[in-house]
T-cell receptor, first 119, second 112 residues
Framework: GAGVSQSPRYKVAKRGQDVALRCDPI?????LFWYQQALGQGPEFLTYFQNEAQLDKSGLPSDRFFAERPEGSVSTLKIQRTQQEDSAVYLC?????????????????FGPGTRLTVT | TQLLEQSPQFLSIQEGENLTVYCNSSSVFSSLQWYRQEPGEGPVLLVTVVTGGEVKKLKRLTFQFGDARKDSSLHITAAQPGDTGLYLCAGAHSGGYQKVTFGIGTKLQVIP
């Protein structure tokens, strides 16, 4: 079936604008993650959903960042009043398993990301 | 803040050479993953190692998890231009929902 898709692939925003980034996970995947990848860095965790519940938002850098997954499938990451330091690739990943077993790891499937440039 | 340190950060080698990439941390992980990421794409999982001292092989790639589960290495034999990419290690902690911490990555270029 189809993999994780994200839209738009590229977004240019003027500083102060609001943006919304969409993630379509693999159908049936329970877990959904958002990551931020700055240029030359590895991905950094932003937030995690289990179905429609946002169980961890500890990685969101400020209250300008907001994520939702109202029906437990598609997710949207919203950034209000964008700043230049928000420029990065935003990656979404989904996983079928709840992934609660110690010592086990359930593969996260990543989308291609949305490259956000704030000018 | 990256809790996983990767070295080297950049590596440019000739086709046919061997190389090793290292991933180190002061934290103990329940599992450690290696990903490969190409420009404009998301990371793709190569392997997961779970047991201290574990060695896994994937064709010309050999992955090892340290005995204390704090470090790992990726060795590529006879590198090919198709191996070019960003190699990321990522550690998962036990319990919870498998929150993953990524390293900064090693950018590998294999020159034909």
């Amino acid at each position: 079936g189809a993999g994780v898709s994200q839209s738009p692939r590229y977004k240019v925003a003027k500083r102060g604008q609001d943006v919304a980034l969409r993630c379509d996970p693999i159908s049936g995947h329970v877990s959904l993650f958002w990551y931020q990848q700055a240029l030359g860095q590895g991905p950094e965790f932003l937030t995690y959903f289990q179905n429609e519940a946002q169980l961890d938002k500890s990685g969101l850098p400020s209250d300008r960042f907001f994520a939702e997954r109202p029906e437990g499938s598609v997710s949207t990451l919203k950034i209000q009043r964008t700043q230049q330091e928000d420029s990065a690739v935003y990656l979404c990943a989904s996983s079928f398993h709840l992934a609660r077993l110690q010592g086990a790891f359930y593969e996260q499937y990543f989308g291609p990301g949305t490259r956000l440039t704030v000018t | 803040t990256q809790l996983l340190e990767q070295s080297p950060q950049f590596l440019s080698i000739q086709e046919g050479e061997n190389l090793t990439v290292y991933c180190n941390s002061s934290s103990v992980f329940s599992s450690l993953q290696w990903y490969r990421q190409e420009p404009g794409e998301g990371p793709v999982l190569l392997v997961t190692v779970v047991t201290g001292g574990e060695v896994k092989k994937l064709k010309r790639l050999t992955f090892q998890f340290g005995d204390a589960r704090k470090d790992s290495s990726l060795h590529i034999t006879a590198a090919q231009p198709g191996d070019t990419g960003l190699y990321l290690c990522a550690g998962a902690h036990s319990g919870g929902y498998q929150k993953v911490t990524f390293g900064i990555g090693t950018k590998l270029q294999v020159i034909p």
